[in-house]
């Protein structure tokens, strides 16, 4: 069983950066496509950034492309997400979330696995 755990959450400022990491415990999930997702009160749940299972392929929403990054650490069991020029439509609760393939289409029903969460707030 594959348990994942966001950190990295806090409020910042208009401008900031801001970096959240998803550490899995139990089975290595090296084998596993990662996403961020985020959710901001009143809105559906959405998807921010996704890594391949070897870390060649990722996909980006478009209000993130250019200032956000989706990394893996090199052992594998860690993924990252760099937010740069962060704005308050930034704010929400992130998300990070596996399933076991890979692909350009990546919805909440897909995913198999979820973390808790860890909330961001950009103030101006």
């Known amino acids: 069983q594959v348990q994942l755990a966001e950190s990295g959450g806090g409020v910042v400022q208009v401008g900031d950066s801001l970096r959240l990491s998803c550490t899995a415990s139990?089975?290595?999930?090296?084998?596993?496509?990662m996403g961020w997702f985020r959710q901001s009160p009143g809105r559906e749940r959405e998807a921010v950034a996704a890594?391949?299972?070897?870390?060649?392929?990722?996909f980006y929403g478009d209000s993130v492309k250019g200032r956000f990054r989706i990394f893996r650490d090199t052992n594998k069991n860690t993924i990252h997400l760099q937010m740069n020029e962060l704005t308050p439509e930034d704010t929400a609760v992130y998300y990070c979330a596996g399933r076991d393939y890979y692909s350009e289409y990546w919805s909440t029903s897909s995913m198999t696995h979820w973390g808790a969460g860890t909330p961001v707030t950009v103030s101006s």
């Open positions: 139990g089975r290595i999930v090296a084998g596993y496509a």
């Open positions: 890594i391949s299972q070897g870390g060649r392929s990722k």
